[in-house]
């Protein structure tokens, strides 16, 4: 993790005002509206990256809903992912993510302001209430964030396999998916390079409620994943 001790380092006076902000965020989550938590995420992150040498370009940001109460579908290419969303997504965002997530220091902070969704996928009972809570905050306006491969692909910007389960909420839910191809995303924390990088976010349209509502979810998965492949082989 070379590129974040250049962050730490880079901000090393910034670094104990950051943390008692950090704190006092995720331990009062409910004293601060989704604007201003996503505002303080926003800054944190800009920070992270102008110390880190990374740069995030993004794209397709008019094909973002500007009515609250979708679901981001991006590959998952490595730790960085959420961060760079985090930056370029004008609208508050929480994230559904694996509950060994949820044990590690700074990112448990940071997905608690988030109000993230912690998922066992060892347990099948408890990976179906999380679908059902999902559904609910989606439905209730709150905009989510799935990794339909599951797991970090760990093959640079080779896809994975899109699991259909991962659109069981948004169908519940009856919102628009949005698909997000992310190049690069692996280089800032998946590899020991602290050279400058460039993240590309790419938005694309989304799939209506009516333009998917008589596929299955796996029908739902392949045409997500299709898309998003067809975006990175033309701009990676």
Same mark, same amino acid.
């Given at each position: 993790? &070379?590129?974040?001790?250049?962050?730490?380092?880079?901000?090393?006076?910034? #670094?104990?005002?950051?943390?008692?902000?950090?704190?006092?965020?995720?331990?009062?989550?409910?004293?601060?509206?989704?604007?201003?938590?996503?505002? /303080?995420?926003?800054?944190?992150?800009? *920070?992270?990256?102008? $110390? $880190?040498?990374?740069?995030?370009?993004?794209?397709?940001?008019?094909?973002?809903?500007?009515? @609250?109460? /979708?679901?981001?579908?991006?590959?998952?290419?490595?730790?960085?992912? #959420?961060?760079?969303?985090? @930056?370029?997504?004008?609208?508050?965002?929480?994230? =559904?993510?694996?509950?060994?997530?949820?044990?590690?220091?700074?990112?448990?902070?940071?997905?608690? *302001?988030?109000?993230? *969704?912690?998922? @066992?996928? %060892?347990?099948?009972?408890?990976?179906?209430?999380?679908?059902? +809570? =999902?559904?609910?905050? =989606?439905?209730? $306006?709150?905009?989510?964030?799935?990794?339909?491969?599951?797991?970090?692909?760990?093959?640079?910007?080779?896809?994975?396999? /899109?699991?259909?389960?991962?659109?069981?909420?948004?169908?519940?839910?009856?919102?628009?998916?949005?698909?997000?191809?992310? *190049? @690069?995303?692996?280089?800032?924390?998946?590899? $020991?390079?602290? &050279? +400058?990088?460039?993240?590309?976010?790419?938005?694309?349209?989304?799939?209506?409620?009516?333009?998917?509502?008589?596929?299955?979810?796996?029908?739902?998965?392949?045409?997500?994943?299709?898309?998003?492949?067809? =975006?990175? %082989?033309?701009?990676?």
């Amino acid at each position: 993790m &070379k590129r974040i001790l250049l962050m730490v380092i880079r901000n090393i006076i910034r #670094v104990p005002g950051l943390l008692i902000k950090l704190w006092k965020f995720s331990s009062n989550v409910d004293k601060y509206t989704d604007e201003e938590r996503n505002k /303080f995420l926003k800054y944190i992150v800009n *920070i992270a990256n102008e $110390g $880190g040498n990374v740069k995030i370009k993004s794209f397709g940001t008019e094909n973002i809903p500007n009515k @609250d109460g /979708f679901m981001l579908f991006p590959n998952h290419q490595g730790m960085y992912d #959420v961060l760079a969303l985090l @930056d370029v997504c004008p609208r508050p965002l929480s994230v =559904v993510a694996k509950k060994e997530v949820a044990k590690i220091p700074l990112l448990k902070q940071l997905f608690k *302001i988030m109000n993230a *969704i912690f998922m @066992d996928r %060892e347990d099948v009972r408890q990976s179906m209430q999380v679908i059902i +809570e =999902v559904s609910k905050q =989606v439905a209730q $306006g709150r905009n989510y964030i799935i990794f339909p491969e599951g797991t970090r692909s760990r093959n640079g910007n080779k896809v994975g396999e /899109f699991k259909g389960g991962s659109f069981k909420s948004a169908t519940k839910a009856k919102c628009p998916i949005v698909p997000i191809a992310l *190049i @690069d995303s692996f280089k800032p924390f998946d590899t $020991g390079s602290t &050279k +400058e990088v460039t993240v590309q976010v790419h938005f694309l349209k989304p799939l209506s409620y009516e333009e998917y509502q008589d596929m299955k979810t796996n029908e739902i998965a392949c045409e997500v994943q299709r898309r998003i492949v067809e =975006v990175i %082989e033309k701009n990676k």
